[in-house]
Structures are given as C-alpha cells and as structure tokens.
C-alpha cells in the first residue's frame, strides 16, 4: 500500500522496486538501482552488479528479494543531509535505520528479524544492522545493504 507523506519521486520508485521484488525481477531492480554508474551500494566491499549478487544470495537460502519487499511495508524514517547541508534528505526503511529505537517493534512483527536477533544488536550498541533501505527524495535508489 500507499504511506502517507512521501514525495512523489520516493513513492513511485518504492512501487516500482516493490514491484520489482514481488516478481523477482532482477534485471528491473538492477535497472531501478541505476546499478551501471557504480553509485548503488549492496554490499559493502563488494561493487559490480548487484543482480548478479542477488540471485547468488538467493542461491545460498538468503532472501533479498523477500527482505526488499518486506522492508518497503515498513515505516519509514527520514534522514538529513549531513552536515546540515542544504542536500535533499534521504528516505530510510526501516525507520529503525535513522535511530528510531520506536521501529524495532515493527521489525520483529513483519518477520524480519525474531526479538533476540534484534536485541542482540541493541546490546552491540551499533545500532540496526539488518537489511536497510535508502532512496533520495529525487527518487533514486541509493543502497540496499545489511550488516555494517
């Protein structure tokens, strides 16, 4: 569904992923994350394509895809630019990656993570470290990334 209070290039780009992931498209998401200039992260370390990536993880039993259409039916959070710079600011799923210790709830609840994953990072101190989502409010699509 809709979330109230996006801009208009950040709600159609997180339909057109949602989308994407639902018909486990990879070549569309590839595409959606303007993964040819390099600018897109999907791990950290790793560059290239990020379907090529992807499908790997799907091969291996992890679940991207699924994590991507999950996350984006999430509350969301808002991050400013750093620095306070006059830079657009940047949309976040889940809410819980800006800081939101509120959001963590709603992880637990989507399926994402079970309480014990999620307390054991709040005890690391580091903050959420799951699967986490960024689009600017231009539209595009900056990083899908878990782990630090």
Do not use: H, K, N
Request: glycine fraction near 14%.
């Amino acid at each position: 569904g809709d979330q109230a209070g996006l801009p208009a290039p950040v709600a159609e780009r997180r339909q057109e992923i949602v989308a994407a992931a639902l018909a486990c498209d990879y070549d569309a998401l590839a595409e959606l994350a303007g993964a040819d200039d390099g600018s897109f992260t999907y791990s950290y370390g790793d560059g290239g394509d990020p379907s090529g990536y992807w499908r790997a993880a799907e091969a291996r039993g992890e679940r991207p895809l699924w994590y991507l259409a999950r996350l984006l039916e999430l509350p969301y959070g808002v991050q400013a630019p750093a620095g306070g710079s006059e830079a657009a600011p940047t949309y976040l799923w889940p809410a819980a990656a800006t800081g939101d210790e509120d959001d963590w709830s709603a992880i637990s609840e989507a399926g994402l993570y079970s309480e014990e994953e999620l307390e054991a990072m709040q005890r690391a101190g580091s903050g959420y470290l799951g699967y986490r989502l960024g689009i600017t409010a231009d539209g595009d699509w900056l990083f899908l990334v878990a782990g630090d």
